[in-house]
């Protein structure tokens, strides 16, 4: 069986190899998976709607299924994960330009302010924001790997202690635990936290 999701970030030189063959529906499941909130929360932190941000992540992996029978996999020629960022890119941009006639001279709407308003994909301000988006999910996919790793009870009490900020006598009213076993969870839960994000930075192409 092919990992699940919750590993997220990591661009596995086998998964890509697999994509390869557009007819492993299940490696291509755990693709669209990983990257497609990725995919739409940038798209919709661009401007765009629930339905286009929805046809960025559709075009985008219409895009990346193009391109798998001919990719090879080399990081010296730079990440996947950048080239991914500029695919991203390019299919948003299309999008803007989507409304384009609709804001034509004469039919209620100025082409010219829209224009302006097409972002920029090339830009530092768009890096931070896909780098951001990234981060973001990394985190996400960190937490779950290491709520498999703990008891249930020890990731409560690091949730609402930490996550949730909750003060500590509501953490141990709740929970019914004192406040040295919240720390102690928090400790533990945060020190494999840390590991898991370095292990997705390594693996991440």
């Given at each position: 069986?092919?990992?699940r999701a919750e590993?997220?970030?990591?661009?596995r030189q086998s998964l890509l190899s697999r994509l390869k063959n557009w007819d492993d529906q299940e490696s291509w499941r755990e693709f669209f998976d990983t990257y497609g909130e990725l995919i739409y929360g940038?798209?919709?932190?661009a401007g765009l709607s629930d339905a286009e941000s929805q046809d960025v992540v559709q075009e985008t992996l219409i895009s990346v299924a193009q391109r798998m029978p001919g990719f090879r996999y080399d990081p010296a020629l730079g990440s996947f994960k950048g080239w991914l960022r500029q695919v991203t890119g390019r299919r948003i941009v299309d999008q803007w330009r989507k409304r384009l006639p609709e804001d034509r001279p004469g039919q209620g709407g100025d082409a010219g302010s829209t224009l302006e308003n097409l972002p920029d994909t090339t830009a530092s301000a768009f890096e931070s924001l896909w780098e951001e988006e990234w981060q973001k999910h990394m985190l996400q996919a960190a937490l779950r790997r290491v709520r498999r790793k703990v008891h249930p009870k020890q990731f409560q009490m690091f949730d609402l202690y930490v996550t949730q900020q909750c003060p500590m006598k509501s953490v141990t009213d709740i929970l019914g635990v004192t406040a040295a076993q919240v720390y102690m969870a928090k400790m533990r839960v945060s020190r494999l936290l840390r590991a898991e994000i370095r292990l997705l930075q390594s693996q991440t192409a």
């Open positions: 069986m092919h990992p590993t997220f970030i990591p661009t940038l798209a919709r932190k």
